[in-house]
């Protein structure tokens, strides 16, 4: 598909779109995977192991103590502005993000549905209590002095690696108002979305007539099974990574190709005088 074609549909079409890590990494924020489709890192902590296990706990919140400052920090990029822009102007209809950094949101895309979460703030599990991340950065740091000032490799998602003995000296605080486990609120691996927001994605792609997946590599269900769902509607899918993905049988239109390039294309095409 030609990229006049793509901004002809944009201007003619109901637009839905759908990101990945991809669009963050010009922004500072790595991605999950490899070009190969590979995991970048082998052990992500599981929904089961946060919630049963204070050890994998004060892995997490240890880690994501040295790694929250990279991503609060993470300014959204030219692609975060464009779709922002895109939106404003009627050229895309509904956005939604399997990223959890809140850059749509920064970026002015107020309407973003968070597929996965948001790692902004904070849930206690007993009692619903929302904390700001960075509140919670505060009460790690009270609990945990030690923390203060170390840096290490920064990894998705405010994530950063620790060796295991730092772990070991983490003490995890509980929630102030009832002593529950706190959580962040994103969704991790083996974790559910919850079902408004599911609900909220399936209607968005069930009425668009062009679905762009940008810069997801589509190994994780729920993106693949909304490109699936759009495909079975008769949408168009076009699936712009320069991986591999997991659609790739699929009869998507492909775009191999850094997001950025993308973008430029579809812009050109636009001040081209499709509008």
């Known amino acids: 598909m030609e990229y006049f074609t793509i901004a002809q549909s944009m201007v003619s079409e109901r637009v839905c779109v759908l990101t ?5 990494l010009a922004s500072g924020i790595p991605t999950y995977r490899t070009a190969a489709g590979a995991w970048a890192r082998s052990d992500p902590i599981t ?4 919630k049963q296990s204070e050890r994998m706990r004060a892995r ?18 030219e692609t975060h502005l464009t779709l922002a822009e895109w939106y404003r102007n009627g050229l895309i209809n509904d956005c939604i993000t399997q990223n959890v950094d809140r850059l749509h949101q920064r970026a002015g895309l ?9 790692l902004d703030r904070v849930v206690c599990l007993h009692c619903g209590q929302f904390t700001h991340r960075s509140q919670w950065q505060q009460v790690l740091a009270d609990t945990n002095p030690f923390l203060v000032g170390l840096t290490a490799e920064f990894k998705p998602d405010g994530d950063a690696d620790l060796p295991s003995e730092w772990i070991d000296q983490i003490s995890v605080p509980s929630c102030h108002r009832c002593g529950g486990v706190v959580m962040p609120d994103v969704v991790f691996f083996g974790g559910n979305i919850p079902k408004s927001v599911s609900e909220q994605g399936l209607a968005a792609v069930r009425s668009c007539d062009l679905l762009m997946i940008l810069g997801s590599s589509l ?4 993106g693949l099974r909304l490109c699936k769902l759009a495909l079975d509607h008769g949408a168009t899918v076009i699936v712009v990574n320069p991986g591999v993905t997991r659609a790739d049988a699929l009869p998507c239109v492909f775009k191999r190709e850094p ?3 993308f973008i430029e294309h579809v812009k050109a095409a636009l001040r081209a005088g499709v509008t």
Do not use: C, M
């Open 20 to 24: 990945g890590a991809g669009i963050s």
């Open 47 to 50: 929904d089961q192991q946060f």
């Open 60 to 77: 997490y919140w240890g880690r994501s103590f040295v790694g929250w400052p990279l991503a609060e920090r993470a300014q959204p990029n």
């Open 110 to 118: 107020n309407q973003s549905i968070d597929l996965h979460g948001r």
């Open 219 to 222: 190994q994780v269900y729920s």
């Open 259 to 261: 997001i950025e390039t």
